[in-house]
């Protein structure tokens, strides 16, 4: 404190005043409604305190697996009061309401990365809860809508509006393909899914006769038909995506170790497949009496490459 004698001693009195005046209380809150109090990056929370001056603590971490969680108010009486009533307030405006939709439409209504669910609860407010795991057979997928009445109207609005959009096209491919667009450890169906934002499903157990292959493409219009673009190219393309029927290889490996490379169940072999991409046949009924089988490889440079390293290791070890 700087000042004449007079002036220290006021200032003295005053804050000695303002230190008796402080005192710290506590309320109770529902652990699911931590959120709604805090607010969309913390806003409610800095206006509870900028609007009261009272200085506002969650102590969540006392006991996380208590259902309810103490907020701390410290400052004046009137301070103390004014926090608790704006708490209550936003505590009493707050319900729950749930909406159903189909569960094939969960994905898109979560979207890649997680993105469409986290834009509905930034624009509105609401905290979205999807429960998937109350009936895992069932085909409708309850949504949870937790915040005042206007936030849970505009997250059901969102949530309509994606739904709204969203439908489903076919499109069919040579069954010899699905491998090649599938690719390697599945990495090129990701890459049509989170570059296009579709849902892309192979239904390759409708007819499992069948040549053709038929894939579901869900999504709205600009997705299906920018996931269907992609598989074109996949199938069309002349440089790496080339059509597996005219693309294959022949290698030779010792008849004696044709049971190893399939392995137990056919092990080995599917898991060539899937690793490399490529569609494997051996051929042990091409000439009974010789000693060596010969092992078809389908697929592009790449797959074909990695299958028959994978094989040749087999061959070696043994």
């Given at each position: 404190?700087?000042?004449?004698?007079?002036?220290?001693?006021?200032?003295?009195?005053?804050?000695?005043?303002?230190?008796?005046?402080?005192?710290?209380?506590?309320?109770?809150?529902?652990?699911?409604?931590?959120?709604?109090?805090?607010?969309?990056?913390?806003?409610?929370?800095?206006?509870?305190?900028?609007?009261?001056?009272?200085?506002?603590?969650?102590?969540?971490?006392?006991?996380?697996?208590?259902?309810?969680?103490?907020?701390?108010?410290?400052?004046?009486?009137?301070?103390?009061?004014?926090?608790?009533?704006?708490?209550?307030?936003?505590?009493?405006?707050?319900?729950?309401?749930?909406?159903?939709?189909?569960?094939?439409?969960?994905?898109?209504?979560?979207?890649?990365?997680?993105?469409?669910?986290?834009?509905?609860?930034?624009?509105?407010g609401a905290r979205?809860?999807?429960?998937?795991?109350?009936?895992?057979?069932?085909?409708?997928?309850?949504?949870?809508?937790?915040?005042?009445?206007?936030?849970?109207?505009?997250?059901?609005?969102?949530?309509?509006?994606?739904?709204?959009?969203?439908?489903?096209?076919?499109?069919?491919?040579?069954?010899?393909?699905?491998?090649?667009?599938?690719?390697?450890?599945?990495?090129?169906?990701?890459?049509?899914?989170?570059?296009?934002?579709?849902?892309?499903?192979?239904?390759?157990?409708?007819?499992?006769?069948?040549?053709?292959?038929?894939?579901?493409?869900?999504g709205n219009e600009?997705?299906?038909?920018?996931?269907?673009?992609?598989?074109?190219?996949?199938?069309?393309?002349?440089?790496?995506?080339?059509?597996?029927?005219?693309?294959?290889?022949?290698?030779?490996?010792?008849?004696?170790?044709?049971?190893?490379?399939?392995?137990?169940?056919?092990?080995?072999?599917?898991?060539?497949?899937?690793?490399?991409?490529?569609?494997?046949?051996?051929?042990?009924?091409?000439?009974?009496?010789?000693?060596?089988?010969?092992?078809?490889?389908?697929?592009?440079?790449?797959?074909?490459?990695?299958?028959?390293?994978?094989?040749?290791?087999?061959?070696?070890?043994?």
């Open positions: 404190l700087i000042g004449n004698e007079e002036q220290q001693k006021d200032a003295q009195r005053l804050i000695e005043k303002i230190i008796g005046d402080i005192s710290a209380s506590f309320i109770s809150v529902p652990r699911t409604l931590v959120s709604s109090i805090i607010g969309i990056k913390g806003g409610r929370i800095k206006n509870i305190r900028n609007n009261t001056g009272a200085r506002v603590t969650i102590k969540g971490d006392r006991d996380p697996n208590s259902v309810e969680v103490e907020i701390e108010l410290e400052g004046n009486e009137e301070q103390q009061r004014d926090a608790k009533h704006l708490i209550e307030k936003i505590i009493g405006d707050i319900s729950a309401s749930f909406i159903s939709v189909p569960r094939t439409l969960v994905p898109s209504i979560i979207g890649i990365k997680g993105e469409h669910i986290k834009n509905i609860r930034n624009n509105t979205v809860t999807i429960k998937g795991d109350r009936d895992p057979n069932s085909v409708e997928v309850e949504i949870e809508l937790q915040g005042n009445e206007e936030q849970q109207r505009d997250a059901k609005h969102l949530i309509k509006k994606i739904i709204g959009e969203i439908s489903a096209s076919f499109i069919s491919v040579p069954r010899t393909l699905v491998p090649l667009i599938i690719g390697m450890k599945g990495e090129r169906i990701k890459n049509i899914t989170n570059n296009s934002g579709a849902r892309v499903s192979i239904k390759s157990d409708r007819d499992p006769n069948s040549v053709e292959v038929e894939i579901e493409l869900q600009e997705q299906q038909r920018d996931a269907k673009h992609l598989i074109e190219n996949i199938i069309n393309s002349d440089d790496d995506y080339v059509s597996v029927m005219d693309d294959k290889s022949l290698i030779t490996v010792p008849r004696i170790l044709v049971s190893t490379i399939i392995g137990k169940q056919g092990e080995r072999i599917n898991s060539i497949r899937d690793s490399s991409g490529a569609k494997v046949s051996i051929k042990t009924s091409w000439d009974k009496h010789s000693d060596d089988v010969k092992v078809e490889l389908h697929g592009n440079k790449e797959q074909r490459r990695d299958a028959q390293r994978m094989i040749e290791e087999i061959v070696n070890i043994d």
